[in-house]
């Protein structure tokens, strides 16, 4: 079981920077993959960046590559999303969601947290 809670979304400029986190608990976490997904209005929820277990392995969708930054303190059970050079159309409620394997389909994830609304002003 792994229960999970997003905070650091708001509102930000076009160009600016946030740093969602995503703090968990439940003894599970260290063995999750963490992915981060996102809702906008009137968009099919989408994945945006997926943690392995160890911090090693990332995986990021295109259009966030090169801004986006995911990472994880396995010590303090919190996985971090990064976001530079902020656009518009990041705007979505953000979510992060756990799995025992490594994948970046939002099917495959058992526990998510409640997101956190990102908006970006142009």
């Known amino acids: 079981q792994v229960q999970l809670v997003e905070s650091g979304g708001g509102l930000v400029q076009a160009g600016g920077s946030l740093r969602l986190s995503c703090e968990a608990s439940?003894?599970?976490?260290?063995?999750?993959?963490i992915g981060w997904f996102r809702h906008a209005p009137g968009k099919e929820r989408g994945s945006v960046a997926t943690?392995?277990?160890?911090?090693?392995?990332?995986t990021y969708v295109d259009s966030v590559k090169g801004r986006f930054t995911i990472s994880r303190d396995n010590a303090k059970k919190t996985v971090y999303l990064k976001m530079n050079s902020l656009k518009p159309e990041d705007r979505a409620v953000y979510y992060c969601?756990?799995?025992?394997?490594?994948?970046?389909?939002?099917?495959?994830?058992?526990?998510w947290g409640q997101g956190t609304q990102v908006t970006v002003s142009s």
């Open positions: 969601a756990a799995n025992t394997g490594y994948s970046v389909d939002a099917h495959q994830y058992n526990y």
């Open positions: 439940g003894r599970a976490f260290s063995s999750s993959s």
């Open positions: 943690v392995s277990r160890n911090g090693v392995t990332t």
